[in-house]
């Protein structure tokens, strides 16, 4: 259990890191879904590559909020190894969600 907490601890700083710097892209001008995926998918390891969604909301106008949403299955980021217990990490998220001002 405390090798998953671990791990699970781990990939969701890197995750709540990827939404930061993909919110970042998107309050640029002209940013689109494609470039905040693209940061998203340079911060975060290959191994979330495959389970990876990315939901981000642009501002129409400077001053807008912008939010970028990064999910990833938790079967990603640990193995699941309480599941001999009764908890599952079986079609579990982790989520990450950013809002900054869109520049």
Same mark, same amino acid.
């Given at each position: %259990? &405390? &090798?998953? /907490? *671990?791990?699970? /601890? /781990? +990939? ?9 710097? @993909? @919110? ?6 002209? +940013?689109? &879904? =494609?470039? #905040? ?5 340079? #911060?975060? !390891?290959?191994? /979330?590559?495959?389970?990876? !969604?990315?939901? @981000? ?9 912008? +939010? #970028? @949403?990064? *999910? #990833?299955?938790?079967? +990603? ?8 217990? %009764?908890?599952?990490?079986? %079609?579990?998220?982790?989520?990450? =969600? *950013? ?5």
């Amino acid at each position: %259990g &405390l &090798l998953e /907490f *671990t791990m699970l /601890f /781990f +990939a969701r700083g890197e995750i709540v890191e990827a939404s930061r710097v @993909a @919110a970042r892209k998107a309050t640029l001008p002209r +940013a689109t &879904l =494609e470039d #905040v995926e693209d940061e998203v998918l340079k #911060v975060l !390891h290959s191994r /979330f590559h495959d389970s990876v !969604h990315v939901d @981000a909301e642009f501002g129409e106008k400077s001053g807008d909020i912008v +939010a #970028v @949403a990064v *999910t #990833v299955d938790m079967s +990603a980021a640990a193995p699941d190894l309480l599941w001999p217990i %009764g908890y599952s990490l079986q %079609g579990r998220p982790l989520l990450s =969600e *950013t809002c900054m001002i869109r520049e």
